[in-house]
């Protein structure tokens, strides 16, 4: 695997590969790898001539500050992680190589996508994430991106800046991998202590208490019952939503619609977030 730190060598690098007919893949991560980001990896591996991963954690998609000073930091477990996965090349860049004194802020039209789950709760949240990609698809020059379902909106605002700015790349978004118990994996899980990690695998729970009951009781009711579930356990909760495939709310459920339930809670001073598809339009008789 090949370390990059500069933006401008991993550019001509590039740039010289692609004198012949390579496609390139590109993981994005703020690092403290697990499985779901090694089985981007993997995919990207399988689909291109070579897999780009990017560790930064991006200071201006942290609207907590004491978010941003805890994440957790693993570069050199990281560093095998990628090398026994086959990644081909690190992209390790400096703040101040993503953002030089002169960068320019754009600011990104994401209409409700912005101030909705995430974006209200995570104020300026997507502008930082829409920001940093943006940069760092500028410098690796990628023909797919691979993300992630856990980041259900985070995929969704990406999509749209992509989409909105022309960016010439293709999107694939690959399922949440959990552990055998249902946890999502994160790199937020690693501030988890025992007890807590216990607590955490109720979201998994009543991510699957929801999809067996969404055509069965009312959604009011499955939204107030899966709240008691969390608090239960100790979470503080900043929404259970239930909403079609936009990340619109709905209020009653129908066979023929994509239907998402989406979980964002705390537990001790660390936020989880889950999501899981309940029903999927493309399987309506
Ligand atoms: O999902 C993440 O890890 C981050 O939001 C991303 C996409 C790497 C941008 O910093």
Redesign the pocket.
Known sequence: MILFKRPGDLIDFIQKKRKSAIKVGFV???GALHNGHLSLIKKSKSENDITIC?I???PT?FSNPNDFEKYPISIETDIEQLELNGCDILFMPSVNDIYPENFQKNNFELGYLDSILEGQHRAGHFQ??CM??KR?LEIVNCDILY??QK?YQ?CMV?KKMVLDLNIPVEIKISPTIREENGLAMS?RNKRLNEGEKEAALVIFEVLCFLKENIFERDIADLKVKSVEKLKAKGFDIDYVEITDEFLNTITTAEKKQTIVALIAATIGNVRLIDNMILNNANDAE
Do not use: E, R
């Open positions: 994005p991560t703020m990017s930064f954690i991006n998609q930082g994430v940093v990609v760092l993300l992630g980041d985070q990406i790199s």
